[in-house]
RNA sequence: GCUACAAGCCGGGCUAUCGUUCCGACGUUACAGUCGGGAAGGAAAGUCCGGACAGCACAGAGCAAUGCACCGGUGAAUAGCCGGGUCUUUUCUUACUUAGGCAGGAAAAGAACAGAUAGUGCCACAGAAAAUAACUAUCCGCCUGCGGGUGGACAAAGGUGAAAACGUAGGGUAAGAGCCUACGGCUUAUGAUGGUAACAUCAUUUGCGGGUAAACCUUGCAUGCUGAAAUGCCACGUAUAGUACCGUUUUGAGGGCUGCUCGUCCAAGGUACAGGGUAGGCAGAUUGAUCCCGCGGGGUAACUUGCGGGACAGAUAAAUGAUAGUCCACGACAGGAUCCGGCUUACAGGCUUGUAGCAAUU
RNA sequence: CGGGUGGUGGCGCAGCCCGGUAGCGCACUUGCAUGGGGUGCAAGGGGUCGCUGGUUCGAAUCCAGUCCACCCGA
């Protein structure tokens, strides 16, 4: 029995050819301090669902700062994304999806919670048709 | 015991659930999965110095550029560190002095402490003048209408200023002036003594011509250039690919000698524009001038050395987290990205040791 | 990772190389001109020169350290 909520390396976007073609070629998703790149393509391999996170360094100097932001995005999205995983398994669909934290202060986790929460929905409606 | 200062060390712990990365074992065709172990700092930061390592270069000469600048030691090396010298400032103290002051000694702190008689520049305001002179004053000669004018001599007396032309006394002179003499101060050179040396003391001697080199600069010494996006290898892929210009025996386009020039060597392709492809993997790359502990040796110290034991991340869109509970002093500054040595800056709180003061007990 | 630029009145800039008076435009205040406004004319106020030290008689300017903002290479 696999686990479920796992972010290994093989769910999560590795290539730089790949994330440049997500920033050019695809679409976007604005919610509050958010700003969400995503493709959705048929299915290719077993890769289904590819993960990747950014924070500015213009908006946080320090390093430290951006690993948390990182890190809180990366916790809220492992735990919530098992519905949407479904919905692409369903549908014969591959999406890569990149979170970017557009926002200037530091978020509480109970807040990425739920904004994470709310932008994953969407997906999900958006995967639905 | 409390307070202050200095040095060194630590810088949240535990439990549960879910999760990341690397290594090993099992397992698998290969994944998946299971078990065990490792996983950010004292500054990982700023990138201010110095190296290691790598590539290119390494026949020579000249010029430039950059850095450093008391001496010795340390170390792979430095602008770091340790010790010493000199100077400056502050404090204390002693002798002399009516006082002002001045000389010596001690302690602490600081020093970008080569050169201002190699040259050039600058020094606002004030002041006669900011370094060459001129002006006032002084002295001498001549003229005079007795107000002064004019030709010379003189060199620091002239309310200033941050800074004013060695100080005091005497001689000297037309009047003056280190012009001369004595004492004192600073300074140049030589010698002697002590010291590895910087330097100190003494003797003789040269002069006394302000400051500024964190102004240009001069002198001495050092430095090849470029940095892991370096570099080597493998894989994939495109256009046996276009246009223009220059050149291909000699008249040679261009290139190397990696700052430039000379000089020298190579040389058949080169330059520009337009367009196309790739942007994956492995090595470098984590154990090294390594760090810590104990005992011992050398050295004033920085540091070094012998023996024994222990420890040491390696990611590559980039790993240590989240949630809940609990304890306390309620958690600061802050996260690797080739590595190491230093410097600088940020930092809640706590612990240890030493010194000084206070209080109390025996 | 490497390299570079800039912090001066409320805003945009000059002065810095070669040290001694901080200046310009817009804005602001007051007055005059107009029936009123725009506009024009005249006068005026306002600056720790990012911060901390050093050199110097004297620092916005020179030097060192530090903070902040911005840009470039790949």
Same mark, same amino acid.
Do not use: A
């Given at each position: 029995m696999a686990r479920q909520f796992t @972010?290994? /390396?093989k769910e999560r976007l590795k290539s730089r050819k790949s994330i440049e073609q997500l920033f050019n070629e695809g679409k976007k998703i604005n919610l509050v301090p958010y700003r969400i790149f995503y493709t959705l393509s048929p299915l290719a391999d077993e890769r $289904?669902? @590819?993960?990747? $996170?950014? $924070?500015s360094a /213009?908006?946080?100097? %320090?390093a430290v700062d951006r690993n948390r932001i990182k890190r809180l995005i990366r916790e809220a999205y %492992?735990?919530?994304k098992l519905s949407l995983l479904d919905k692409? /398994?369903?549908?014969? @669909?591959?999406l890569n999806v990149?979170?970017?934290?557009?926002?200037k202060e530091l978020p509480e986790y109970k807040d990425v919670y739920q904004k994470i929460g709310m932008v994953l929905n969407k997906m999900?409606?958006?995967v639905s048709g």
């Open positions: @972010l290994g /390396k $289904v669902l @590819l993960f990747g $996170v950014g $924070v /213009k908006n946080f100097k %320090r %492992r735990l919530q692409l /398994k369903d549908g014969n @669909l591959q990149f979170f970017i934290y557009t926002g999900e409606k958006i």
